[in-house]
């Protein structure tokens, strides 16, 4: 069974203080492990995919990486729009996408 | 603009009623899905389809039917058997899904059903 637990729940950062978010995950075989954000009331926005161990991706002031157990989602120098819920999600044996239960994210001017 | 509609965005029933909820998409995608989120919850499957006049049931279908009769749409009903069906319900599209590797799903903007 894929499972995802991602963490910390909740993490308050001032404006340019950098930080990092983790998403841990087990699967059997992963197909692609993504990363979405969401605002409040409204649908994932898609981000990133990851497939391999090494992998990394960039935008912006948001940059994913991939290791064989763990992804890392780093944020440098975050400003008050990079406010929202990350959440991420593997494909793995599963028939649709796992997700963990997200990251809220508040940047304080 | 390609994208993803949902509608309606807010939807109140009654306790005993079945409800379709309508997801349309002009990406071009083959495969299409149902999620549920709950509050403190992870998005859960609810349906998924990846051809046209076919459909997989998810981890939570109990209480769900739903139809894939064109490419470009996939209506989910949530029926009178669903005991909780108060929640965010969100539709995604992807290209398509092979054995050994997954495509990013796109999202919709959601619906939300209350029932009382």
């Known amino acids: 069974e894929d499972q995802v637990t991602q963490s910390p729940e909740a993490l308050r950062l001032q404006e340019g203080e950098s930080s990092s978010l983790n998403c841990s995950y087990t699967v059997s075989g992963l197909r692609g492990l993504f990363w979405y954000r969401q605002d409040p009331g409204k649908g994932p926005e898609f981000l990133f995919t990851l497939y391999s161990a090494g992998e990394e991706k960039e935008k912006e002031r948001l940059k994913a990486t991939l290791t064989k157990k763990e992804s890392f989602l780093h944020i440098t120098a975050p400003k008050p729009e990079d406010s929202a819920t990350y959440l991420c999600a593997v494909h793995g044996g599963a028939d649709g996408l796992t997700f963990g239960k997200g990251t809220h994210l508040i940047i304080q001017p | 603009d390609g994208g993803i509609t949902q509608s309606p965005k807010y939807l109140f029933r009654k306790e005993g009623q079945n409800v379709t909820l309508s997801c349309e998409q002009n990406l071009n995608h083959d495969a299409m899905y149902w999620y549920r989120q709950d509050p403190g919850q992870g998005l859960r499957l609810i349906y998924y389809?990846?051809?046209?006049?076919?459909?997989q049931k998810g981890d939570i279908a109990e209480g769900y039917s739903v139809s894939r009769e064109k490419k470009e749409s996939f209506p989910l009903t949530v029926t009178s058997a669903q005991k909780n069906p108060t929640a965010f319900y969100l539709c995604?599209?992807?290209?398509?899904?092979?054995?050994?590797?997954?495509?990013?799903?796109?999202f919709g903007p959601g619906t939300r059903l209350t029932v009382t």
């Open positions: 389809s990846q051809i046209v006049n076919d459909f």
């Open positions: 995604a599209s992807s290209i398509f899904v092979l054995r050994t590797i997954s495509y990013e799903q796109y």
